[in-house]
């Protein structure tokens, strides 16, 4: 397969790489995933993660799986492995529907690898096309605040959320950025931290239980975050705590905006309530571990519920920030996303 490197993944040599966001932004260290149970642990573990890095990633080594001469029923089998990793982001289901149907014509290595190859440049494509509608929001002397990771890490391109946060920047629109730390897993202390810092963009970290009291002080303008699923009601699936920024916005009567590409629509899911919400490990809520090392502060039996998203319900959503463009309440309303 062609080689190619974005933020956070790379083709070398006929391999996949990825950039372990675990490691981040400690360290800078690329981890082969050459089977399907390196790639599906390091889903598992958000060493890749994200919704559209994760399809694109299972996508990719389908792809090459395919180039060593994995047979067809064995790459049918692989596929349904990476499908299984994480539940919620629907990108990876929909990046895999889409390699699946590939995978069942008669010249499937070289259109397996040709379809991920294409999968990953529209991917880029998305990320543009939303960041250049996104800015259109943006007003001037702008304060945003942010959730989780939606950047170059976590996409193919300049990133969802984070995408349009840069195009604004750029256009001179933003001041600062919130960035919430995102517990349990800290995507936004670790990742948007490092990611703005390397874009240069002003940003100050706040634990996410600071937000009300910004929002009170009119210190926020508009909270703009990612998406993992988008049900056909418009309610969204998104990383834990993005519900509490929509009901703070909202009482607040700041905009609160989703950006997402067209790969995270799901029409057959009616509404938010039939998302499957992925359930994680207690000792993400128990303690914390990275390369800074692993400190437990609950009691050693503590009882835990650790949700890795919540739905934020369409009512509390100004926008829908798409590839095609900015889609208003009144439009998810009259179905537009029954049709995606
Ligand atoms: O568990 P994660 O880190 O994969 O969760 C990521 C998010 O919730 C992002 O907001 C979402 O995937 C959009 S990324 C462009």
């Known amino acids: 397969m062609q080689s190619f490197q974005t933020t956070s993944l790379k083709i070398e040599n006929n391999q996949l790489w990825i950039l372990d966001q675990q490691a981040l932004p400690q360290k800078q260290i690329w981890l082969p995933a050459n089977t399907v149970e390196q790639l599906v642990d390091h889903i598992c573990t958000l060493r890749v993660r994200g919704a559209p890095l994760i399809g694109l990633s299972a996508s990719l080594l389908l792809a090459l799986l395919a180039e060593e001469g994995v047979s067809q029923p064995d790459l049918l089998t692989a596929l349904e492995q990476l499908r299984a990793s994480r539940p919620t982001a629907v990108n990876l289901m929909n990046n895999l529907d889409f390699m699946k149907k590939v995978l069942q014509q008669n010249n499937f290595v070289p259109a397996l690898s040709d379809a991920a190859l294409y999968l990953v440049e529209e991917d880029k494509n998305l990320c543009e096309a939303i960041a250049v509608a996104g800015n259109t929001l943006i007003k001037p002397n702008s304060r945003i605040l942010t959730h989780c990771n939606t950047g170059g890490l976590a996409t193919a391109g300049i990133g969802t959320a984070l995408g349009v946060i840069r195009r604004g920047f750029e256009s001179g629109k933003i001041d600062h950025v919130w960035v919430d730390e995102t517990r349990p897993l800290l995507q936004g202390g670790r990742l948007t931290a490092w990611e703005l810092g390397e874009l240069n963009i002003p940003y100050q970290l706040i634990c996410d239980s600071m937000a009300a009291s910004l929002m009170s002080k009119g210190l926020v303008d508009a909270v703009w975050v990612g998406a993992d699923r988008i ?18 916005a909202h009482y607040h009567q700041i905009p609160f905006y989703i950006a997402a590409p067209k790969t995270t629509l799901d029409a057959n899911c009616l509404n938010g309530n039939l998302i499957p919400i992925e359930q994680r ?44 463009g900015i889609i208003t309440p009144e439009q998810v309303q009259n179905g537009i996303f029954n049709a995606a």
Do not use: M, R
């Open 231 to 248: 049900a056909a009601n418009g309610d969204v699936a998104n990383k834990i705590g993005t519900y509490s920024l929509a009901v703070l």
């Open 281 to 324: 490990a207690a000792s993400e809520v128990t303690g914390v571990s990275g390369q800074f090392g692993t400190v437990n502060w609950a009691p050693e039996n503590a009882k835990v519920y650790n949700p890795a998203f919540d739905v934020t319900p369409a009512a509390l959503i100004s926008a829908w920030v798409l590839d095609s």
